[in-house]
């Protein structure tokens, strides 16, 4: 599977984004996709994830309320839909892939092998 990050974007804070992770190769409906985000000089950190069924996500707490992330298969598609953006939220996000992730590991970026080239996503005050 490859996959490739898009979306991002400058935004006000408070505004709304909706980023898109779009895979290629292998068998997406079998891949559990994580967002991860890196800001400057500091270490990359979960934000999502979504299972391959697509029936249970889970949220950083810094985004829950605020991020939602979903799935469409038949587009081969994860999306991470992020409302009431803050400063604090400006990074580059990265979409990622694994076809054998255990729950205990989700929030672990060494639990993915696939992983996007990024997307920029800048919150001005």
């Known amino acids: 599977v490859q996959l490739q990050a898009s979306g991002g974007g400058l935004v006000q804070a408070g505004g709304s984004l909706r980023l898109s992770c779009a895979a290629s190769g292998g068998t997406f409906s079998r891949q559990t996709v994580g967002w991860f985000r890196q800001a400057p000089g500091k270490e990359r950190e979960f934000v999502a994830a979504?299972?391959?069924?697509?029936?249970?996500?889970y949220l950083a707490e810094a985004v829950k309320g605020r991020f939602t992330v979903s799935r469409d298969n038949g587009k081969n598609t994860v999306y991470l839909i992020m409302n009431s953006l803050r400063p604090d939220d400006t990074a580059v996000y990265y979409c990622?892939?694994?076809?054998?992730?255990?729950?205990?590991?989700?929030?672990?970026?060494?639990?993915?092998?696939?992983w996007g080239q990024g997307t920029q996503v800048t919150v001005s005050s």
């Open positions: 990622a892939a694994s076809s054998s992730i255990i729950l205990s590991s989700i929030r672990m970026s060494r639990s993915y092998g696939t």
């Open positions: 979504i299972f391959r069924s697509g029936g249970n996500t």
